[in-house]
């Protein structure tokens, strides 16, 4: 069932004889109402559906009393006044005169200036300017800046957003290093906040994946095993719980040219903390392939991790496929595609569906690529390829 249009105003401006002074009702007396603040008229209503407005001003009956029920709603702060029944229109000599009144129980108007003030950021301790996408703190704060952990830096020329990719702890202070939305960091970096909502042990309701079905966890409805859930017909099953999904894109063309070592992707990756389990799938689209003598592409990964991928290669002059499967590699080469291999694909979409498993050291999985060997002609990963990671353990 919906919820009132308009909120009751509260005493004594309704249900109650107006008495402005001594023992004697305002008989007659006239009751304005105003947008807060002015002299504006504003409407008030007989009942919290706002279908039937008052007269302005109110007039009240012999008794001092608001006529009909009695009652005055309205649908945003107001201000009130009340005046003899022979005053001006807006009144010269008031009773008296209250302002920012808001309506009982209406959060829109007595909490959003209260809630307004609140931050979804919370100031760090003293930071030091390190880098363009570094910075520190003194002490231990790595419980604050995790992986993932959004952060908001104040430098000269504005604030910077980004996400935390790395936070070291040694000889105490903690190193934090980020990648920034857009923007570097500069010397004139005075305060890093870090969002509210923290990457490990979230407050965000996720649904919850059981043995025995999905749980909604904001109804506890149990859909059973391969159960059809909603108009989108989703199939849900038994899995493993997931803890988020990261999605990225390039937003520019980055391009290789006279090199064959492999070139960190600038925006094709993702953070990974100790113990984590990811699966991720990244895809890409390559251009000018058949003026290359080959293409190399690896993710690399954090130092102990145990990783498996699949790689399918199409492209947009054939309409046959190359596979690539490594399960198992280490930070090396796992699609190499000699010009043989190009010779028929033209422009290329690479897609790769990849699987870590970290040790005990934080650090990236960052997709890679090159010229498999030295060419003058441009190796171009297009803007708008992108990845998606989902944390499953």
Sequence with gaps: MAGPVAFLAPDPLQSTQLIPGGNTPASGGLLFVYQVGSTTKTNSYTDPSASTARTNPIVLDSGGNV??????WITSTAKFVLAPFNDTDPPSSPYWSKDNYPG?????AAQV???SAQSEWVQGSTVTFVGVTAFSLVGDQTPLYTLGRRVKATVTGGDRFGIVTSAVLATGSTAVGVTLDSGTLNGGLSVVSYGILSTPNGSIPWTNITSTGVQNVSTGTLFATGAI???SSTVWGTGTPTYGLLTKRKVIDETVTTSTALQNDDDLFFPI???EEW???FYVNFGNLLSITGLTVSVSSVVGTTSSVFALLTGNNTTSFIPF???GFSDGAFVNLTSTNLAAIGTANLYMNYRIVNSTTSGNARLRWAPLSNTSSPLTAFHGSYLKATRIA
């Design 325 to 327: 499967s490594n399960a």
């Design 113 to 115: 200036q209260s809630l």
């Design 104 to 108: 009982i129980n209406n959060i829109t």
């Design 279 to 281: 699966l991720a799938e």
């Design 273 to 275: 903390a100790p113990n």
């Design 229 to 231: 859930v909603g108009s």
């Design 67 to 72: 006529p009909g029920n009695g009652e005055v």
